[in-house]
């Protein structure tokens, strides 16, 4: 059975680079045709899908953040990274790492991490 588990800081200052991994266990991240997704839920909000790396190391970006956001693995540790730079208040959200046969945010599929709270705060 197949889980994620987001760690990361709690707390980020605006203008900074914020940072979480997920680590997967019991299966590995190159399971084909798979996507590791990374979905956010700022207070009030709706569930904001915001990229992906696939089975193969290839990523996907939401437009509205592709400036900003990068998706990096590593399959020793069978973990992958999320990293989200010149983060604003606006940033401020609940972030979940998900395994999902599609690059979607669908909280009826796929395999759901805990989720970790993120605050942008000086």
Request: charged share 15%; hydrophobic share 30%; net charge neutral.
């Amino acid at each position: 059975q197949v889980q994620l588990q987001e760690s990361g800081p709690g707390l980020v200052k605006p203008s900074q680079t914020l940072s979480l991994t997920c680590t997967v266990s019991g299966g590995h991240i190159t399971t084909a045709y798979y996507y590791w997704n990374w979905i956010r839920q700022p207070p009030g909000k709706a569930l904001e899908w915001m990229g992906a790396i696939d089975y193969s190391g290839s990523t996907l970006y939401t437009p509205s953040l592709k400036s900003r956001i990068s998706i990096s693995r590593d399959l020793y540790d069978n973990q992958f990274t999320l990293h989200l730079s010149s983060v604003t208040p606006e940033d401020t959200a609940v972030y979940y790492c998900v395994g999902d046969a599609r690059p979607v945010a669908d909280r009826t599929r796929g395999t759901w991490g805990q989720g970790t709270q993120v605050t942008v705060s000086s």
